[in-house]
């Protein structure tokens, strides 16, 4: 089965740098890859997805890459607020829907 | 929005008591699953069902087991809580079957077995 692999476990970064999360996955099926940001108290919710026909997709201040050949996929987001502070995770899928999660990455941004 | 309701926040209960932990979604949605959240291991599947009367095993199913009477709900039963089952339980729901689609998450019950 799949299995996904998620680096740095803790990122901490100042107000306006940038943060960089990297996964990587085992199973050449998977073909969609979506990030998830979980807040205090909540469940995780979808910020960003690409799909494996696609190699980089930026929606404001975010951005996925995707390297099929290398299997590893990377969220970036540019100019961090406070806000930005949460648990994100990767995930990677294939046609089954069985979707599985990297282990999480707390990301704190110093104001 | 989607909306996916879980029954409880926080739950604990004594080991070796049957334990049904409820999801509800109001998109009509075919699958639905479960996954428990630990620290340092991520989401980890439990089950999931693509319809009605379905189930199909995840990563971990041993010591649980789950109902998909009506679309909409998804019970998850804990036939017999012990003390490592104590953890956060994420239910999830997304629209489309046999293809790929994001989750739409609950905000989660967190257990304690004592």
């Known amino acids: 089965g799949e299995n996904v692999e998620q680096h740095p476990s803790t990122l901490s970064v100042q107000e306006g740098d940038s943060a960089v999360i990297k996964c990587t996955y085992s199973?050449?099926?998977?073909?969609?890859f979506p990030w998830y940001k979980q807040e205090l108290g909540k469940g995780p919710q979808l910020i960003i997805d690409i799909r494996s026909n696609v190699g980089e997709k930026k929606d404001q201040r975010i951005a996925v890459t995707l390297n099929k050949t290398a299997k590893h996929f990377s969220l970036h987001i540019t100019e961090t607020q406070p806000e930005d502070s949460a648990v994100y995770f990767c995930?990677?899928?294939?046609?089954?829907?069985?979707?599985?999660f990297g282990a999480g990455t707390r990301l704190t941004v110093k104001p | 929005d989607v909306k996916v309701t879980q029954s409880s926040r926080y739950l604990v209960k004594r080991t070796g008591e049957k334990v049904f932990l409820e999801c509800v979604q109001d998109?009509?949605?075919?699958?639905m699953f479960w996954y428990r959240q630990d620290p340092g291991l991520g989401l980890r599947l439990i089950y999931f069902s693509y319809d009605v009367k379905m189930k199909e095993k995840g990563d971990i199913p041993e010591g649980y087991s789950v109902s998909r009477e009506k679309k909409e709900r998804f019970s998850l039963i804990l036939e017999s809580a012990s003390t490592n089952q104590t953890s956060m339980y994420l239910c999830a729901s997304s629209p489309t079957q046999g293809g790929n689609s994001p989750l739409h998450f609950g905000n989660g019950t967190r257990l304690t077995v004592t």
């Open positions: 199973d050449s099926a998977s073909n969609y």
């Open positions: 995930a990677a899928s294939s046609n089954n829907n069985d979707m599985r």
């Open positions: 998109m009509d949605h075919e699958n």
